[in-house]
C-alpha cells in the first residue's frame, strides 16, 4: 500500500506555542486518523511531519482534522474531485489512474470506474489543474463540470445518447447483412454492411483504444478494435461486425446500469431547491442559495423542500427527516427547534433562521463525505486491481505466443491460431472482475446513505461486516441520556401531586439535570407553582426552600441523615433505591414529605437493536460508561448484554477497546462522537450516534447513524455483510467466466463473437448481482 511522508507547515494559536498539551493533543487526533502511520510536532519549526497511507486517508481529511483543534496546514496541496464523462472500461479507468499518478507533481490520484470520480491531490505549484485535464483528454475522455449552464449530467447523457444509436444503426447493418446471407441475396453487398456495421459499433471503441495507445496504454477498447481489425484483414466481415456491435451493446448497457449505481447518492439531491424566498429589512425577495448568508430568515412554504439548516423562529409543521436521517415518520417543529436542508415541509408555514451556508449545510455535508467514501477504494477492490495489473501483461505475452509460436511449434493454419489468440485477448480482460468489488462498494453506501447511514468508505464497509464485538457508551446512546421521572411515592399521609409540586417549586431554583425532570414532570402534569420566599442550595446533598410559608428541604439520603429524617428499610421507596434509581427526598421540619425516582430511561429501541445485533452474527456485547456499577448492571441485563465495565474514565474506555480487539477480535465502538472520540478512534470501526445534528460525530466517526435511532445499527453490519457476500460472489463468477473462456478460446470452442458476448455478459452478471444492494434496507 502506497504512503506519503510530508513536513508540512502549519498555522496555530499563539497559545499554542507554550501549550504542551494543545500541541499533544494535535499529535494524538492526527496519529489516531485510519491510515496516518506516524505523526510528529515540531514546535520550533512550526511543522507537523506525517506518514500516511494514501489510499485509506487524503491530505484534506488531514487537514479538516487539525483545522477542528483550531490549526491551519498550509495549502501544500491541492484537492480536487472530477467527473469523468464516458468511462465505460473498468481496466481503463485502473490504467488512467496509473498514468494520472505519474504525472509530476501529483501526489495521490484515485479513479473509481463505479463512481466516475477522479479525485487528485496535487503540488499547484509543480503542476496545473489543466494539466491533469489534458492528460484526461489524451485517453480520451471528458471533464463533465465543463458545460456552463448545463445541467452536471448533460454531456454524459448527449454522449450516452449518441452511442446507443450508433449500437442501433450497428445492429441493423448486422441484421440485414445476415438476412441477405441467410437468403443468400445480395451477395455482393453483403461484405459491406458487415463492414459498415463493424465502423458504426466501433467509432467510440476505436477512438478511445487510441488514444490509449498513444499513451502506451492497451485497454480494453484497443483490443478489441484490434481483433475486429484483425477479423477483417482475415476476410471474416461478419465475426468483425458481430464484435463490434456485442461489444458496443455490452458498453451501452453497463452504462445504462452503473449510472444507476452511480445515482444511489444523486437521488437526494434531486429536485433540490436552487432559490429561497428570504425577509429582508421587512422584504421578502427569491435569492439564490449561494446569495443566502447566515442569520438570514428564510420562509418556508407548505410541501417545500427545505433548502437551508436553520432554526425554527416562527410557525408550526411537521417535517419529514427521511432525506436525511431515514426516519420514516414526520417531526413536529416549532420555535427553537432545528431543521435540515433536504427535508421536506409538511402543511404547515415556517419561517428559518439559517445556521450555515449553502456548501456547509447537512444536506451538502452528506453528499460530500457519501462522494469521497465511495471513491476510497476497499481492500478487496485493491486485490483485485493489483491482480489485474499482474495479470493483463501475463495475458498479452499468451496471446503473442499463441499467435506466433502455435503454426511453428503444433503447426495448423496461422489463421485458425491468429484467431485464438485474438479471441483470447478479448476473453481474458479482466473487466468483471476489476468491477466486482467498486459497483457493489458503491451501491451499499449510497443505499445506506438514503436510509440514515453514513458510511465513511469502502474499507469500513467491509471493516464492518468483520466486527465481532460491539461495545456500546450507555448515556444517550442506549439511554435517552437525560433523567426522568420514573415514580412518585408521597409518605405520611401526603399526596403525590402535593409532593411533586413542593418537589418542583424547590427544584425551580436549581440548575441540576435532575432538578429539570421533576420541574418537567410537574408542568406535564398541570400542576399549579407554588411561590418561593427562601432558596438556599446544599451543594452536593440538595437544597432548601420556603414554599407556600413553610420550609422544606429536597435532597439526597445524606441530607436526610443531617437532619435526622429516617427513612424507610423496606416498601417502594427502599426498592427503587435498590434498583438503581437515583432518588431525590422531601421532608419539612420534622417528617419525610415522599420521595421522587429519576432515572436515565432505557431508549425503547435498544432492547430489539441488541437482539438483532445478535441475529445478525454478533458474538458479544459490552457495555463501557462511566455511571456507578449498579445502575450499569441493571441497564446491562435489562437489555441482554453480555459484559458490562462501569465507573471508566474515557482513557479507561479507550484501555477497554484495546483489549476487547488484541485476540485478533475486530470491535466496532457505538458512543456520541465527542466524549467517546478516543474509544471511538481505537475500536475497528468507530459509530456515532446523531450525526445529523453534529459536524464532530460525522468527523470522528467511521460511521454515523445520522438519526438518534440504535435500531439502523443491526441494519448497517447486515448491509455490510451482504456486501462482503455479493462481494465474494462477484469475484467468484468474474474468475469462473474468464476461465472458461480462456479454456474455449485456446481449444477453439469460443470464436470472437462468442468471446465478447462472455465477456461482457460477466460484466452484466457482476454489476447486476452488485445492484441488489441498492434495495432499501438491504432486502434482498
Not at 479507468?93 to 463505479?114: D, F, M, P, Q
Not at 436542508?341 to 408555514?349: E, T, V
Not at 442506549?478 to 418537589?503: E, F, H, Q, Y
Not at 465507573?647 to 480487539?661: F, N, S, T, V, Y
Amino acid at each position: 500500500m502506497e504512503t506519503q511522508t510530508l513536513d508540512i507547515p502549519v498555522i496555530w494559536p499563539n497559545y499554542y506555542e507554550d501549550c504542551g498539551q494543545c500541541t499533544q493533543r494535535l499529535q494524538e487526533a492526527l496519529a489516531e486518523m485510519d491510515g496516518v502511520q506516524n505523526v510528529s510536532v515540531d514546535t520550533d519549526r512550526k511543522t507537523v511531519r506525517l506518514t500516511y497511507q494514501k489510499d485509506l486517508v487524503t491530505f484534506e481529511e488531514i487537514s479538516d482534522r487539525a483545522t477542528a483543534l483550531g490549526v491551519t496546514i498550509a495549502e501544500r496541496y491541492v484537492h480536487e474531485k472530477l467527473r469523468l464523462v464516458g468511462l465505460d472500461c473498468p481496466n481503463c479507468a485502473i490504467k488512467l489512474e496509473t498514468a494520472i499518478r505519474k504525472v509530476n507533481g501529483v501526489a495521490w490520484a484515485s479513479l473509481n470506474y463505479a463512481t466516475s470520480a477522479l479525485i487528485v491531490e496535487f503540488q499547484p505549484d509543480t503542476v496545473r489543474l489543466s494539466d491533469i485535464i489534458k492528460r484526461i483528454r489524451e485517453f480520451g475522455y471528458n471533464i463533465e463540470e465543463e458545460i456552463p449552464g448545463a445541467p452536471p449530467s448533460a454531456k454524459a447523457k448527449i454522449l450516452r445518447s449518441a452511442h446507443l444509436t450508433l449500437t442501433i444503426v450497428s445492429g441493423a447493418l448486422l441484421a440485414a447483412g445476415l438476412a441477405l446471407h441467410l437468403g443468400n441475396v445480395g451477395l455482393q453487398i453483403i461484405p459491406m454492411l458487415f463492414i459498415a456495421a463493424a465502423i458504426t459499433g466501433g467509432i467510440y471503441p476505436a477512438r478511445t483504444g487510441i488514444l490509449s495507445a498513444k499513451s502506451f496504454v492497451l485497454d480494453t477498447n484497443f483490443l478489441v478494435t484490434a481483433a475486429a481489425l484483425g477479423a477483417i484483414a482475415l476476410g471474416d466481415f461478419s465475426e468483425a461486425a458481430a464484435v463490434m456491435f456485442l461489444f458496443s451493446l455490452g458498453s451501452t448497457l453497463e452504462a445504462y446500469t452503473v449510472d444507476k449505481t452511480r445515482r444511489s447518492i444523486k437521488s437526494l439531491i434531486e429536485d433540490s431547491p436552487t432559490h429561497a424566498s428570504v425577509k429582508r429589512d421587512g422584504h421578502v425577495d427569491r435569492l439564490p442559495l449561494e446569495e443566502i448568508e447566515i442569520g438570514d430568515i428564510v420562509i418556508i412554504k407548505p410541501g417545500d423542500k427545505l433548502p437551508v439548516d436553520g432554526t425554527v423562529i416562527d410557525g408550526e409543521s411537521t417535517v419529514n427527516e427521511s432525506p436525511i436521517t431515514g426516519e420514516s415518520m414526520p417531526v413536529a417543529k416549532a420555535r427553537g427547534n432545528v431543521v435540515y436542508a433536504g427535508s421536506i415541509n409538511g402543511r404547515g408555514a415556517l419561517e428559518v433562521r439559517t445556521t450555515t451556508r449553502c456548501d456547509d449545510n447537512t444536506l451538502s455535508r452528506i453528499v460530500h463525505l457519501v462522494e469521497e467514501a465511495q471513491a476510497q477504494k476497499a481492500p478487496s477492490q485493491r486485490f483485485s486491481e493489483t491482480f489485474g495489473r499482474i495479470y493483463t501483461p501475463v495475458i498479452i505475452a499468451l496471446a503473442v505466443v499463441v499467435g506466433i509460436g502455435g503454426t511453428l511449434v503444433i503447426g495448423g493454419d496461422y489463421r485458425s491460431w491468429v484467431t485464438r489468440a485474438l479471441t483470447l485477448l478479448i476473453v481474458s480482460c479482466p473487466c468483471a472482475l476489476v468491477i466486482s468489488t467498486p459497483v457493489a462498494i458503491v451501491a451499499a453506501i449510497g443505499n445506506a446513505a438514503r436510509s440514515g447511514v453514513l458510511i465513511k468508505g469502502g474499507a469500513h464497509l467491509e471493516m464492518l461486516g468483520d466486527v465481532s464485538i460491539v461495545a456500546f457508551d450507555k448515556t444517550g446512546t442506549l439511554t435517552l441520556g437525560k433523567p426522568v421521572v420514573t415514580d412518585i411515592i408521597p409518605a405520611n399521609s401526603r399526596t403525590s401531586d402535593d409532593l411533586l409540586s413542593i418537589a418542583a417549586a424547590i427544584e425551580s431554583r436549581s440548575e441540576h439535570p435532575i432538578a429539570d425532570a421533576i420541574v418537567d414532570k410537574a408542568r406535564e402534569l398541570d400542576l399549579p407553582e407554588r411561590p418561593v420566599s427562601f432558596f438556599e442550595a446544599y451543594p452536593g446533598k440538595g437544597a432548601r426552600a420556603v414554599v407556600n410559608g413553610g420550609l422544606y428541604y429536597a435532597g439526597n439520603k445524606r441530607l436526610m441523615g443531617e437532619l435526622g429524617i429516617a427513612l424507610p428499610d423496606a416498601g417502594p421507596i427502599a426498592e427503587l433505591t435498590a434498583l438503581g434509581n437515583t432518588m431525590v427526598y422531601v421532608c419539612d421540619e420534622s417528617a419525610l414529605v415522599g420521595a421522587i425516582a429519576a432515572s436515565d430511561r432505557v431508549k425503547d429501541s435498544s432492547a430489539p437493536a441488541i437482539t438483532q445485533l445478535k441475529q445478525t452474527g454478533i458474538k458479544r456485547t459490552v457495555m463501557l460508561t462511566g455511571d456507578n456499577a449498579q445502575t450499569a448492571a441493571l441497564v446491562a441485563n435489562y437489555l441482554g448484554i453480555d459484559k458490562t465495565y462501569a465507573e471508566l474514565l474515557p482513557e479507561d474506555k479507550l484501555a477497554k477497546i484495546r483489549q476487547l480487539g488484541a485476540k485478533h477480535n475486530r470491535v466496532a465502538m457505538v458512543g456520541d462522537g465527542i466524549n467517546d472520540a478516543p474509544a471511538l478512534a481505537a475500536a475497528d470501526v468507530g459509530i456515532a450516534m446523531g450525526g445529523a445534528g453534529s459536524h464532530t460525530a460525522i468527523e470522528a466517526a467511521d460511521v454515523a447513524l445520522m438519526a438518534d435511532d440504535i435500531t439502523m445499527l443491526p441494519y448497517a453490519v447486515a448491509l455490510s455483510r451482504k456486501s462482503r457476500s455479493i462481494i465474494r460472489q462477484n469475484v467468484a463468477i468474474a474468475l469462473g467466466i474468464i476461465v472458461i473462456l480462456i479454456t474455449g478460446a485456446l481449444l477453439q470452442r469460443v470464436n470472437l463473437a462468442t468471446g465478447v458476448l462472455g465477456h461482457e455478459g460477466s460484466a452484466l452478471l457482476v454489476i447486476a448481482n452488485s445492484m441488489r444492494l441498492l434495495k432499501r434496507n438491504g432486502s434482498s
